[in-house]
């Protein structure tokens, strides 16, 4: 079975670049989650779907962050404008509906934001 | 707010050797506690704990919770060098299906 699938695998720009991370959960998965993970913070929560709404973005750090899961198969996260803090490891999770399910997460994409 | 603390930091040890790697959180309604390794690319999931004292064992790894206590350790007997990598702990509470991760126990496993 196909796992959660994330691309680019790895991403390189300039600050002030808009960058779009991509996520393909995997199928028949209703909850998805945005993580970011950097040595000094760990892993972060930053946004998660259930249905394909959202449910709480409070960990999204700022208005340059935005997400959105247009259909059950896919969603986005985007930065506009990029700044180097924002280098990271972004990781994608999915799981299935019902209490304690684990979530299983994507390979995830290393932003570089020079 | 949800809290989960992991320790030690890191840990180095040889092949052979068994290892106990703990972790204590604080929640809101704790639903259960999850176990993920985490080697180069993405923490893949190796326990979930929903019942206090109860083991769960997978090869030579084991875990077991102490909801008296709010903590959880996780065992590996007879490491070896695979078995390097970042172990997070993580806690489910009350809202959907959303974890709290821990910053993680980072082992060394030298031949």
């Known amino acids: 079975d196909a796992g959660v699938i994330q691309s680019p695998r790895h991403e390189v720009t300039e600050m002030g670049q808009e960058v779009t991370l991509r996520c393909k959960p995997i199928?028949?998965?209703?909850?998805l989650f945005w993580y970011r993970q950097t040595m000094m913070r760990g892993l972060e929560l930053l946004i998660y779907?259930?249905?394909?709404?959202?449910?709480?973005d409070s960990g999204m750090p700022e208005d340059r962050f935005s997400a959105k899961m247009p259909n059950a198969s896919f969603s986005t996260l985007k930065i506009q404008p990029s700044e180097p803090r924002d280098s990271a490891v972004y990781f994608c999770?999915?799981?299935?509906?019902?209490?304690?399910?684990?979530?299983?997460f994507g390979d995830g994409t290393r932003l570089s934001i020079l | 707010e949800d809290k989960v603390v992991q320790s030690p930091l890191s840990l180095v040890v040889h092949e052979g050797d068994t290892v106990t790697l703990n972790c204590s959180y604080e929640?809101?309604?704790?639903?259960?506690l999850l176990w993920y390794k985490q080697e180069k690319k993405a923490p893949t999931f190796l326990f979930m704990l929903t019942s206090s004292g109860i083991e769960k064992k997978s090869g030579r790894l084991s875990s077991i919770l102490d909801k008296k206590e709010l903590s959880s350790i996780l065992n590996i007997t007879a490491t070896q060098t695979g078995d390097s990598a970042i172990y997070l702990c993580a806690v489910m509470g009350n809202a959907g299906n959303m974890l709290t991760f821990g910053g993680g126990t980072r082992l060394m496993v030298k031949p």
């Open positions: 929640v809101t309604n704790f639903r259960s």
């Open positions: 199928s028949g998965h209703d909850y």
């Open positions: 999770a999915s799981s299935f509906r019902g209490r304690n399910q684990p979530q299983h």
């Open positions: 779907f259930n249905n394909n709404v959202p449910i709480d």
